[in-house]
T-cell receptor, first 117, second 108 residues
Framework: GAVVSQHPSRVICKSGTSVKIECRSLDFQATTMFWYRQFPKQSLMLMAT?????????EQGVEKDKFLINHASLTLSTLTVTSAHPEDSSFYIC?????????????FGPGTRLLVL | DAKTTQPNSMESNEEEPVHLPCNHSTISGTDYIHWYRQLPSQGPEYVIHGLTSNVNNRMASLAIAEDRKSSTLILHRATLRDAAVYYC?????????FGKGTRLHILP
């Protein structure tokens, strides 16, 4: 089946630094990818839609200058958490869609656990 | 966003069938019903989806009520590896918006 990878799987950084997370579709192309954030014992929250060749679309309440998204190719989207602070510590997950029986089904990456000290 | 309602948690014995319910009374005619599950410390994985007819695949079956206001995910023979949070989602605008899901506990 389709595979989506994320790198790194976990990262620890100091407060004020920026962290880049990569999301790759390994055996298919994706003109859109999605970024989610998940806090402990909570559900996934959609942050933004990454669009290949154009600007990302952010959900309400998500700061676009804080969470920079770049969809440079049909297989790669990156999320950069700028000037990270402890409250940005979370599990970040990306997904990419594939058409299946007239519907897009999402394939999710394994997630990136970010800890900001 | 189209809303779904699921029980917070359920328990089942290993090797028995599990029926996970989902209510979606505000479903529109073009909304597909999707199920995903998330194992601990992993990204979610797709389970099954359907529109009106019941669906079967290697992972599960999806039974959709005739009025489409509810559906049931059926795991035919639960194993310990099926312990996860199961999300029932109405796919609208090709964006997956997650609710709280049902945490399924499997008892050995």
């Amino acid at each position: 089946g389709a595979v989506v990878s994320q790198h790194p799987s976990r990262v620890i950084c100091k407060s004020g630094t920026s962290v880049k997370i990569e999301c790759r579709s390994l055996d298919f192309q994706a003109t859109t990818m999605f970024w989610y954030r998940q806090f402990p014992k909570q559900s996934l929250m959609l942050m933004a839609t990454s669009n290949e060749g154009s600007k990302a679309t952010y959900e309400q309440g998500v700061e676009k200058d804080k969470f920079l998204i770049n969809h440079a190719s049909l297989t790669l989207s990156t999320l950069t958490v700028t000037s990270a602070h402890p409250e940005d510590s979370s599990f970040y997950i990306c997904s990419a869609p594939i058409w299946d029986r007239e519907q897009e089904t999402q394939y999710f990456g394994p997630g990136t656990r970010l800890l900001v000290l | 966003d189209a809303k779904t309602t699921q029980p917070n948690s359920m328990e089942s014995n290993e090797e028995e069938p599990v029926h996970l319910p989902c209510n979606h009374s505000t479903i529109s005619g073009t909304d597909y019903i999707h199920w995903y599950r998330q194992l601990p410390s992993q990204g979610p994985e797709y389970v099954i989806h359907g529109l009106t007819s019941n669906v079967n695949n290697r992972m599960a079956s999806l039974a959709i009520a005739e009025d489409r206001k509810s559906s049931t995910l059926i795991l035919h023979r639960a194993t310990l590896r099926d312990a996860a949070v199961y999300y029932c989602i109405l796919n609208r605008d090709d964006k997956i918006i997650f609710g709280k899901g049902t945490r399924l506990h499997i008892l050995p």
